[in-house]
């Protein structure tokens, strides 16, 4: 379903996908900056998606963070909250390159794991009747 920005939840999900696969792309040229990056805009879109799916502000940062406690708190996973803090280390990285190359290897996965996980629950979500709500 399309929201009122024009883009649809599934938009979001399909470009959190994408911003995996450029990720790793970018981390297999060597450029650890532009492939965090992209790792921590695939966990943003992801939350979006989930955001206006379920008719929550998405619109900013603090949006995303109150999400993810929400997404934590719905499911009773904390997990779901502490991804989007992994994610954010990425983000940090982008901008000031202060993360040690075995930081990077040994986080990759987990925030690619989460952001597959989110994909899943977004899923999940609109397969047992939910619809975008905004």
């Known amino acids: 379903m399309t929201t009122n920005d024009g883009r649809s939840v599934e938009d979001y999900t399909a470009q959190a996908l994408k911003f995996i696969a450029q990720s790793e792309a970018e981390f297999g040229t060597g450029d650890d900056r532009q492939g965090a990056e992209k ?3 695939a966990a943003t879109q992801a939350i979006i998606a989930a955001s206006k799916q379920r008719g929550w502000g998405y619109r900013s940062h603090r949006d995303n963070k109150n999400a993810a406690t929400r997404l934590a ?8 909250s502490a991804g989007l803090l992994g994610a954010e280390r990425f983000h940090i990285h982008f901008h000031h390159g202060d993360m040690e190359n075995w930081e990077i290897e040994e986080s990759r996965p987990i925030i690619h794991g989460y952001v597959l996980h989110l994909v899943d629950l977004i899923h ?3 397969r047992n009747g939910h619809r975008d709500s905004t």
């Open 39 to 41: 790792l921590y805009g």
């Open 73 to 80: 708190a719905q499911y009773n996973d904390i997990l779901l």
């Open 124 to 126: 999940e979500y609109e």
